[in-house]
């Protein structure tokens, strides 16, 4: 995980989540591995009989039901939206990141560095990303570019908010086999940003994608993610 990105980012207002620094722990990340390897043997076991199943999901409860129990975790939920704003770095999000963050359970979670201009994205999504048998749901492709193509962006200092997102799909993307996303900045225009990116298994070309994104001022991300504690009514965030 390349640390310029994160720094480039900058602060934002914000409130509920926990530090990276309080977050992100080995033990957690250990944890969250553990939990993908559950859901990739749930979706792959198919010769497990209903009473090992069964039991599985008794061991799953219970451990659940151990974590549920630690100090603090009741109001976890209530946290989101409580309290007085703090300095947001980049760093808090990506370990949440539903495409590259190593505490996510949803996560694949793809390695990636922003290097010369360029994010860099490798890895391989298992059974949980499925659509067509054998390869990768489209939505899941559509996913990993809008978080590349805004890593990307942060990397190159013109962080935002997706305000669409255009995907060519190519061929489909097999499970259980590395490939990789390129992304870069392709035009600053104002507070609109477009960003393109390209899905390869080794030199084949399976999807691209081109992304507009908005940056916020100051005033909508105190809006969006600091002191306003109900959701803000729909708008069209493109200037």
Do not use: C, K
């Amino acid at each position: 995980m390349n640390r310029d990105v994160n720094r480039a980012a900058g602060a934002l207002p914000g409130r509920g989540y926990p530090d990276a620094a309080t977050f992100a722990t080995p033990a957690r990340l250990r944890l969250a591995a553990s939990a993908r390897r559950l859901v990739d043997a749930v979706l792959t076991n198919v010769d497990a009989d209903d009473e090992r199943l069964d039991a599985a999901a008794g061991v799953v409860d219970e451990l659940v039901d151990r974590l549920e129990a630690e100090p603090g975790a009741a109001g976890r939920a209530a946290t989101a939206h409580d309290g007085e704003p703090r300095p947001r770095h980049h760093d808090d999000f990506v370990p949440r990141s539903p495409f590259v963050g190593p505490a996510n359970p949803v996560s694949p979670p793809f390695e990636w560095e922003f290097r010369d201009g360029v994010l860099h994205a490798r890895g391989a999504f298992g059974a949980a990303y499925e659509g067509p048998p054998g390869y990768v749901h489209g939505g899941w492709v559509a996913l990993a570019f809008d978080e590349a193509l805004g890593l990307a962006n942060v990397g190159s200092g013109y962080g935002g908010l997706t305000g669409r997102l255009t995907v060519r799909y190519r061929r489909p993307t097999p499970l259980y086999r590395e490939v990789r996303i390129e992304a870069h900045t392709a035009r600053v225009d104002g507070r609109r940003v477009t960003t393109i990116g390209s899905l390869f298994e080794g030199n084949r070309l399976l999807a691209e994608a081109e992304g507009l994104f908005v940056g916020l001022g100051a005033e909508l991300a105190l809006e969006y993610f600091g002191e306003r504690t109900a959701p803000p009514e729909p708008v069209d965030p493109l200037p």
